[in-house]
């Protein structure tokens, strides 16, 4: 069983960027996949991006791809997600998630930390 805290998220403006960070505990960081996904009002959850355990392999969804970047510190037990060129379709409830296999579904769900992202 692992824990995951994501940091807080935020109010940027359209074009900002913001960085989230998730810090996990319970089990060796390394050997889990990492992925964050999101959930906006009204839609189903989705994988935002996913990598592997020694961050080798990176997988995105396509309308990120470009702006956000995946990256983990397995000595610091945390993932990141720096997300640029934010665009109010970015809107959404962000979860920091971990296990299951690259682009695929996790096991193990952090609390969600909104971000909103203002035209």
């Known amino acids: 069983q692992v824990q995951l805290v994501e940091s807080r998220g935020g109010l940027v403006q359209a074009g900002g960027s913001l960085r989230l960070s998730c810090v996990v505990s319970?089990?060796?960081?390394?050997?889990?996949?990492m992925h964050w996904f999101r959930q906006a009002p009204g839609k189903e959850r989705e994988m935002v991006a996913s990598?592997?355990?020694?961050?080798?392999?990176?997988v995105y969804k396509e309308s990120v791809t470009g702006r956000f970047t995946i990256s983990r510190d397995n000595g610091k037990n945390t993932v990141y997600l720096q997300m640029n060129r934010l665009e109010p379709e970015d809107t959404a409830v962000y979860y920091c998630?971990?296990?299951?296999?690259?682009?695929?579904?996790?096991?193990?769900w952090g609390q969600g930390t909104q971000v909103t992202v203002s035209s």
């Open positions: 990598i592997s355990g020694f961050g080798g392999r990176t």
């Open positions: 319970g089990r060796t960081f390394s050997d889990y996949v």
């Open positions: 998630a971990a296990g299951g296999m690259l682009g695929g579904s996790p096991n193990s």
